[in-house]
């Protein structure tokens, strides 16, 4: 069982920052593949980012972004406190969104959030104009 807890959402202004945790439980890191995704009410959850180990000692890993954030976005871990990232630049009014973190067994890259186990109770992102 994994279980993942988000934090760091708030209100911010356009252009400022934010930086999104994801803490992990369990025996995540090396095991799966993690992803950021995001969800507006009443509409589908999209994906925004995501890692895949590419070293098995999970020192190493790919990124991969939606084209809408890429430059913007960045995923990173600390492996040590089992933690995934999501720092967020130049934040835009039509980034506002809950932003729920993912992980997904067996170590592949997916944007599909039907792929992805276990989701986190999501954090909420608000960017004024």
């Known amino acids: 069982q994994v279980q993942l807890v988000e934090s760091g959402g708030g209100l911010v202004q356009a252009g400022g920052s934010l930086r999104l945790s994801c803490a992990a439980s369990g025996r995540t890191f090396g095991s799966y593949a993690m992803g950021w995704f995001r969800q507006a009410p009443g509409k589908e959850r999209l994906f925004v980012a995501a890692?895949?180990?590419?070293?098995?000692?999970?020192?190493?890993?790919?990124?991969y972004y939606a084209d809408s954030v890429k430059g913007r976005f960045t995923i990173s871990t600390d492996n040590a406190k089992s933690t995934v990232y999501l720092q967020m630049n130049s934040l835009k009014a039509e980034d506002t969104d809950v932003y729920y973190c993912?992980?997904?067994?067996?170590?592949?890259?997916?944007?599909?959030?039907?792929?992805?186990?276990?989701w986190g109770q999501g954090t909420q992102v608000t960017v004024s104009s």
């Open positions: 993912a992980a997904r067994r067996g170590n592949e890259y997916s944007d599909n959030q039907v792929d992805y186990d276990y």
């Open positions: 890692l895949r180990w590419t070293v098995i000692r999970w020192k190493t890993y790919s990124t």
